[in-house]
């Protein structure tokens, strides 16, 4: 399926990378600044690179992504994406106390205040990182996963 996405993909349409934040936390302040400095980065390296070998570069590696910050919750529809792309284990670590998928949406629906920030989702690729790893961050928005893989 990721194939027809890249496929028809229009040349120069950045991926969207969201931010569910809370600028109220450390965690999601903190992975809100290393998304800020990498998409800057990226434009940056897109720009400079443009005249440069490419050789050496990582054919995976993304220089065009646009940053969506979001406050609010997610949708339940964005949700179910989201608990998909991170499996069933780590649903309680994106809604208090979940103990799986279905758990989470239960939980989510009776109070969306349940859902946990900072959670970061490449809907391109259908892949999400919860809190502040910032290997884990830079990982997400720097390469899109390999043929065969989401």
């Not at 991926?15 to 290393?34: C, Q």
């Not at 490419?54 to 995976?60: G, P």
């Not at 646009?66 to 499996?87: F, H, I, K, M, S």
């Not at 690729?125 to 043929?147: T, W």
């Amino acid at each position: 399926m990721n194939v027809f996405k890249n496929l028809f993909k229009e040349r120069g349409v950045k991926d969207v990378i969201t931010l569910f934040h809370n600028p109220s936390s450390p965690a999601s302040i903190r992975a809100h600044t290393i998304l800020k400095q990498a998409a800057g980065n990226a434009h940056a390296t897109a720009t400079v690179d443009q005249a440069a070998d490419h050789s050496k570069q990582s054919k995976l590696e993304r220089t065009n992504f646009e940053l969506d910050v979001v406050e609010e919750a997610p949708t339940t529809d964005q949700l179910t994406n989201v608990l998909e792309y991170l499996g069933p284990s780590k649903a309680g670590n994106v809604v208090k106390d979940a103990t799986g998928s279905s758990d989470a949406m239960r939980k989510f629906n009776a109070a969306a205040s349940a859902f946990q920030r900072p959670v970061t989702v490449d809907w391109t690729h259908g892949r999400a990182v919860v809190g502040d790893d910032e290997s884990e961050l830079l990982k997400l928005i720097r390469s899109a996963p390999k043929e065969g893989s989401a």
